[in-house]
Nanobody, 121 residues
Framework: QVHLVESGGGLVQPGGSLRLSCAAS????????MGWYRQASGKQRELVAK????????TYADSVKGRFTITRDNTKNTVYLEMNSLKPEDTAVYFC??????????????WGQGTQVTVSS
């Protein structure tokens, strides 16, 4: 069984910063990638940022490039999203996504429960 625990969401003023974290635990053999998606009200879920664990290769949505930074701590199976210069359009529920292997099973995607980020004055 795998658990993803997210933290760090909240209310922040435009221009402010927040740091999200997501810790994966359970019978994890290997992690391929960790990332963050977000879903604003009435919109589809979209990729925000992703990191390939073994290489450290990162991918960002164009809308967050230069403002958000994704990092991971492989020793803790934890991924972080540092969000700076936040804008009202960043308001959404942010979901952690981890592609991992349990035992010798094929890699599968697991989702966190979501954490609300609200950017408003």
């Amino acid at each position: 069984q795998v658990h993803l625990v997210e933290s760090g969401g909240g209310l922040v003023q435009p221009g402010g910063s927040l740091r999200l974290s997501c810790a994966a635990s359970g019978s994890i053999s290997s992690i391929y990638s960790m990332g963050w998606y977000r879903q604003a009200s009435g919109k589809q879920r979209e990729l925000v940022a992703k990191i390939i664990n073994s290489l450290g290769t990162t991918t960002y949505a164009d809308s967050v490039k230069g403002r958000f930074t994704i990092t991971r701590d492989n020793t803790k199976n934890t991924v972080y999203l540092e969000m700076n210069s936040l804008k009202p359009e960043d308001t959404a529920v942010y979901f952690c996504n981890v592609n991992l292997q349990v035992g010798i099973r094929p890699y599968s995607a697991y989702w966190g429960q979501g954490t609300q980020v609200t950017v408003s004055s």
